[in-house]
């Protein structure tokens, strides 16, 4: 049973970058704080990155669970994601964005998580924000994280998991682990609610590309400092699909061998059902494609 602990969906994006606009043209294209950038694959018309298209990838590449997160750039994306979960309410975790305001403990409830963009935040010291931590503990919900480059943030980060012991956490793109100080995020999964989880990995090692030898490099320095059991695979879907298929994003730890079978089961899935919550989910049946 795979596994992903981070993608993205979105009805309309209508985000911000750098307090310029962000939002969809055609083709896959974005306007990008007055940049057009390939946001999404080109297939993606319309601009709208649907469950029902997810759904799809996650079939074809036999992946059984995924967790929903979200991004500034993308725009609060709540109100559709929870849709998204009423039609694949065992298939999915999703996450409401937190925004640097207060966020009503009901609407929290709705959620699986809180998505906080920690590297976007206009205050960047964490421990302004420990209320948002506070109701994610009292709620029982986990809190998925992005933080700033390095280890910018990660005493307070470290203050917080222990002012919250109970709290579940998730580190996410692999603790920015092309930049100075990333081993810093990862030790904070020394603590034993706090994971890690790669998404973006693929597009932190996009220079090197497919099979990226030294992501799997970097997995197996993660390993060394926080313990296998403690490290989830993610896809970032579906940004880095402009460069790789939904499939590849996972293929290159499937088919390694400086990872053990053992190993790649837990990254893949057997750590995410744990942290997450998920049931035991049906994989999904292997379709043999024209190529094979």
Known sequence: MIIDAHLHLWDRQCGRVDEKPVFALCEGKSNFG????????????????????????MNYARVSGCVVTQEYIDGNQDRYLLECKKKYPE??????????REIDSEWIGQFDGIK????????????????IFAKADRLGR????????????????EKLIKMYPD???????????????????????????????????????????????????????????????????????PRTMTAITYDMSKDFIEKTSALSEEEKNR?????????????????????????E
């Open 116 to 131: 906080i963009c920690a590297g976007r935040l206009r205050d960047q010291n964490l421990l302004h924000h420990k209320e």
């Open 34 to 57: 007055g940049e057009i950038r390939q946001m999404m694959p080109p297939y993606m018309l319309d601009g709208r990155n649907t469950a029902e298209m997810l759904i799809a990838n």
């Open 267 to 291: 990254i893949l899935g057997e750590n995410a059902k744990d942290f997450y919550g998920f049931p035991d989910l049906d994989v999904p049946e292997k379709i043999r494609n024209m190529v």
């Open 167 to 237: 709290l579940r956490i998730a580190i996410g793109h692999f603790g920015m682990v092309t930049t100075n100080g990333w081993e810093e995020q990862i030790a904070l999964a020394r603590h034993k609610n706090v994971y890690v989880e790669s998404g973006g990995i693929t597009w932190l090692f996009h220079k090197e590309f497919y099979p990226y030898p030294s992501a799997i490099q970097a997995i197996r320095t993660a390993i060394g400092i926080c313990g296998i059991e403690k490290i989830m695979w993610g896809s970032d879907y």
């Open 91 to 100: 298939r999915m975790k999703i996450c409401c964005l937190y925004e640097e």
């Open 142 to 157: 986990f809190i998925s994280i992005d933080l700033s480059d390095g280890d910018l943030q990660v005493k307070e980060m």
